[in-house]
């Protein structure tokens, strides 16, 4: 689904199943050992909610609850830049073995 088809822009299972994972054991030690703090989940809960209003009833409320969390999501995301400048073609010597530039062992 998409967001031209007037539901929500992602399966509401979606919002569940992001909401299980961020709050596994696994992610929130990531989280924890990454940033210093415990991840916040919340949201994640509260756009299925959201999500399953707007689908089961239409409400404009959570429809308009639901965009702005993805809009908010997308905004964030444009925040973070590549570590490495991407390529537009690939090196010149990538057909050659890596070890093409090191004298063999001897």
């Known amino acids: 689904r998409h ?3 007037g539901g929500p ?3 509401c299972d ?3 199943s992001e909401f299980r994972h961020c709050r ?3 992610n929130r030690f990531h989280h924890f050992y990454t940033f210093g703090t415990s991840p916040s989940c919340q949201q994640w809960k ?3 909610n959201s999500c399953r209003a707007w689908e089961k009833s239409r409400s404009p409320e ?3 609850s639901l965009q702005k969390s993805e809009r908010g999501r997308v905004a964030e995301q444009r925040n973070f830049t590549p570590v490495w400048e991407l390529r537009q073609h ?3 010597d990538w057909h050659l073995p890596l070890d093409h530039g090191n004298p ?3």
């Open 9 to 11: 822009p992602r399966v």
């Open 90 to 92: 690939p090196p010149r």
């Open 14 to 16: 979606d919002y569940w």
């Open 3 to 5: 967001v031209g088809s």
């Open 24 to 26: 596994s054991v696994r």
């Open 62 to 64: 959570a429809k308009e």
């Open 46 to 48: 509260e756009d299925f």
């Open 104 to 106: 063999p062992d001897s």
